[in-house]
């Protein structure tokens, strides 16, 4: 142990600690902006600087470490002045659009410049730079993650977080010197054209509103307010755990009675549980598993209910594509079946008919669920993703005093009935295990095996795996770092039947999407608040879910049958591959979408649709085609959509019609210059029937 003084207070820390650990724990608060417990320190905001005696000049307390009988100072008029200056070169680069930022009332920027109460000194000196105006300041490209670098403080944690500290995805990096220093995507291309997986970990980390999620909270109070559609929302089971984080209790507080109350404040007349379909979802996927390991189809089965791990296969390793299950993730399964399921057949005739649709929104701890929520064959079933930080927005627009809520709230149904192997969806390897649990039910050996495999469990940025009797052995990936290790080599190929991947280190517990956290234990505490539902479950199978049952035995028949597939089933494409343009094109003419469409198209393409149509000429004829000639769209039980005939084949054109025919494409590309860069594009879509 290290003893020092801090402030004159005495205090003894670990070896390997820093002046900043020391600080804390003597209870003393030090600046910081660019500091992250998770991640490499930088020392460049220079705002936690103290003094240490027997040192000439102040020193960085992240990076400095703790030494025996050092006396350290951090509130000396020398310092306080420093950083007040050091503050107001920041304020002079800042917008200061503060009542407009997403990230006001959490931005440590604000909370610094009110600590010391800073004045603006000096003239406001805009970020970028004219020698490259290709680095543009503002990106909205993407459907999960927004930026707006004019609000950036260079402190490079979305950096550390993207690259090899990280998830070694490396879509951010930093560009320039001096004042022309900002971080950038590889090439300075728009975040949609990179190679990012909608993660969220950049927005995670980002200590100022440069980086956030794509905002939808304001759109879902809009339509909540209009009172026009009947809406309902589905929570996910990583939320409930970390919501209370918001509104200052402590972490790992369990609210789920109080947050149902309160998204019933907000406005909405139904409030499910993703936790539903996770069960569904495990129903899917174990029947999928052992049907492949019965007929000797590809293994091993990895899961694909993480969409930032999809992103990632589809963008990286789509020769990876046979083998993740086609099963939905429970965001998507849940949003299929409210508005083309039972929940819509609930609601009366014109609902079950397709006339109408209920408004339908996800509460997620994830940013790449706002962009799996638009894929193809999929859009639509969910109208807008909000983010647990979101949904703390939106509490907070109400009003509404969460903590004064009483927690016993409960969701509704027929959505609404969850096992506790629904819950651990929400830690890593919590989807296997439940994989597991109910394998051992198909496999007869449910009394024989445990329920708990904690060998799954944990925080750790690594691979962990067990053998199930019976089964074979099985490996969960902690994080999207983790899993490119496990891939490094070919031996997962013969040494496992399953394989999860969670994009997030911790799981959707660790999620882009959920409140910002400076405690480095914040994993663990979620986690066992994770496991402490589960065990308090009184049932913790996904089988034993008797709502899942009556859905299988009045909708769906059976796990992975034709109705199942239909609506709890998706298909996969290699990024920016023919496939993939062939699939997003359907994707808008079940949506009629007419103006999507056309941007998928060369302006002089041509549709052969071997119907009485003809052949239709030109974007703006197709895009006129789907949107006033094709029959109005409907989004009911019996309304269905174009599928893949095979889910992951990447040089299958096949197609299954909403009417359950078989037809397939050929597809002729060419490429569109935009934005000074070539965009792939339909040039020629011929349909054959057999």
């Not at 990286?316 to 099963?327: E, G």
């Not at 079933?381 to 009483?406: C, Q, S, W, Y």
């Not at 031996?491 to 997030?504: D, H, K, L, P, Y």
């Not at 914040?522 to 879910?545: F, G, S, T």
Request: aromatic share 6%; net charge negative; hydrophobic share 40%.
């Amino acid at each position: 142990m290290i003893h020092l003084t801090v402030n004159g207070r005495s205090i003894e820390v670990d070896e390997g600690s820093t002046l900043l650990d020391a600080a804390r724990k003597a209870g003393v608060h030090v600046p910081t902006l660019c500091h992250h417990p998770r991640l490499p320190s930088r020392a460049v905001c220079r705002m936690c600087l103290v003094e240490v005696d027997g040192e000439s000049r102040p020193q960085p307390a992240c990076v400095t470490p703790a030494k025996q009988a050092s006396r350290v100072t951090t509130d000396s008029a020398a310092l306080e002045s420093f950083r007040n200056t050091n503050m107001q070169w920041l304020l002079a680069r800042h917008p200061n659009d503060c009542m407009r930022c997403e990230a006001n009332g959490s931005c440590q920027l604000q909370g610094l410049a009110s600590d010391y109460q800073v004045v603006n000194a000096f003239e406001f000196v805009p970020r970028g730079s004219p020698e490259h105006p290709e680095r543009h300041l503002t990106d909205h490209t993407s459907p999960s993650i927004w930026r707006d670098l004019s609000k950036c403080v260079e402190c490079g944690l979305c950096a550390d977080a993207c690259g090899d500290a990280g998830q070694r995805q490396h879509v951010i990096g930093f560009a320039g010197h001096g004042s022309d220093r900002l971080p950038v995507t590889v090439f300075d291309q728009s975040l949609a054209d990179t190679n990012c997986i909608s993660c969220g970990q950049c927005t995670l980390v980002c200590p100022v509103g440069a980086l956030i999620e794509a905002p939808d909270w304001h759109d879902v109070l809009h339509t909540l307010d209009a009172h026009r559609r009947v809406s309902a929302v589905q929570v996910a089971p990583a939320t409930r755990v970390a919501i209370s984080e918001e509104f200052g209790m402590e972490p790992g507080t369990v609210s789920t009675g109080r947050m149902i109350n309160a998204l019933r404040q907000v406005g909405f007349d139904y409030v499910f549980d993703t936790n539903f379909a996770a069960d569904l979802t495990i129903m899917e996927e174990g029947t999928e598993l052992m049907t492949r390991l019965k007929d000797g189809q590809k293994l091993p089965l990895f899961t694909s209910c993480c969409p930032g791990w999809v992103n990632w296969v589809e963008i990286n390793r789509p020769d990876l594509l046979p083998h993740l299950s086609t099963t939905k993730s429970p965001q998507q399964m849940h949003g299929a079946m409210t508005k083309r399921g039972v929940f819509a057949s609930m609601l009366g005739p014109a609902f079950a008919s397709g006339e109408a649709e209920p408004y339908v929104v996800s509460v997620m701890p994830c940013t790449a669920k706002k962009d799996e929520a638009r894929r193809p064959d999929m859009a639509g079933d969910v109208d807008h993703v909000v983010t647990t930080r979101e949904l703390a927005k939106m509490i907070r627009a109400r009003g509404i005093a969460f903590g004064a809520l009483p927690d016993d709230g409960t969701f509704d149904n027929p959505l609404g009935e969850s096992t506790g192997a629904g819950q651990i969806f929400g830690a890593s390897g919590g989807v296997m295990e439940a994989m597991v649990r109910t394998a051992a039910h198909f496999l007869g050996e449910e009394d024989s095996l445990p329920l708990e495999w904690h060998q799954l469990r944990g925080v750790d940025k690594v691979v962990k795996t067990a053998d199930v009797p019976g089964l074979g052995r099985v490996a969960i990936c902690n994080g999207i770092a983790a899993a490119q290790e496990l891939l490094e080599d070919e031996s997962w190929r013969q040494t496992f039947v399953a394989i999860e991947v969670m994009a997030c280190v911790g799981g959707c517990l660790g999620g882009g999407g959920e409140p910002k956290s400076m405690d480095p234990l914040i994993l663990e505490k979620r986690m066992k608040a994770i496991y402490a539902i589960d065990r308090q479950a009184p049932k913790r199978r996904a089988h034993e879910n008797q709502d899942v049952q009556k859905l299988y035995s009045t909708q769906l028949k059976h796990p992975n049958s034709p109705q199942a597939h239909a609506l709890l089933h998706t298909s996969f494409a290699p990024r920016h591959s023919t496939r993939s343009l062939l699939m997003r094109f359907l994707d808008c003419v079940d949506r009629r979408d007419g103006p999507g469409a056309a941007a998928l198209l060369h302006p002089d393409a041509s549709w052969s649709t071997a119907s009485p149509f003809g052949e239709i000429q030109g974007a703006d004829g197709i895009a006129a085609l789907i949107t006033t000639r094709l029959p109005p769209r409907k989004q009911g039980p019996a309304y269905a959509r174009h599928r893949m005939v095979s889910a992951a084949d990447a040089n299958s054109l096949a197609i299954v019609t909403p009417a359950g025919e078989r037809c397939s494409f050929s597809v002729e590309t060419d490429t569109l210059p935009t934005d000074g860069r070539d965009r792939l594009v339909i040039r020629k879509l011929v349909r054959h029937i057999p």
